[in-house]
């Protein structure tokens, strides 16, 4: 079992940048794809990024728009979310997935 932990989020200005980690344990995820989500309040949790094995393929939901950029490190058995020019409308907390096991989840703040 994949055992899965978020970090890096926190209040970010508009304009600005962060970057997530989600770092995994318990099991390799060397041969599973990984993604992002992200969910406020209210609404569903929804796609931002996937990465297949290997890196080979990204996806990107559209509201990306070519901000973000996901990334993996399997020797580290991490996956990260570059995420530049933040806009209020990305506040929310950003979840990282692989199969059916979630993380905790990092809130992410864009604000002034």
């Known amino acids: 079992q994949v055992q899965l932990v978020e970090s890096g989020g926190g209040l970010v200005q508009p304009g600005g940048s962060l970057r997530l980690s989600c770092a995994a344990s318990?099991?390799?995820?060397?041969?599973?794809?990984m993604s992002w989500y992200r969910q406020v309040p209210g609404k569903e949790r929804e796609l931002v990024a996937e990465?297949?094995?290997?890196?080979?393929?990204?996806n990107y939901a559209d509201f990306v728009q070519g901000r973000f950029t996901i990334s993996r490190d399997d020797a580290k058995q991490t996956v990260y979310l570059q995420m530049n020019v933040l806009k209020p409308d990305d506040t929310a907390v950003y979840f990282c997935?692989?199969?059916?096991?979630w993380g905790q989840g990092t809130q992410v703040t864009v604000s002034s």
């Open positions: 318990g099991r390799s995820i060397t041969l599973l794809r």
């Open positions: 990465i297949s094995v290997g890196g080979i393929r990204k």
């Open positions: 997935k692989s199969a059916d096991h």
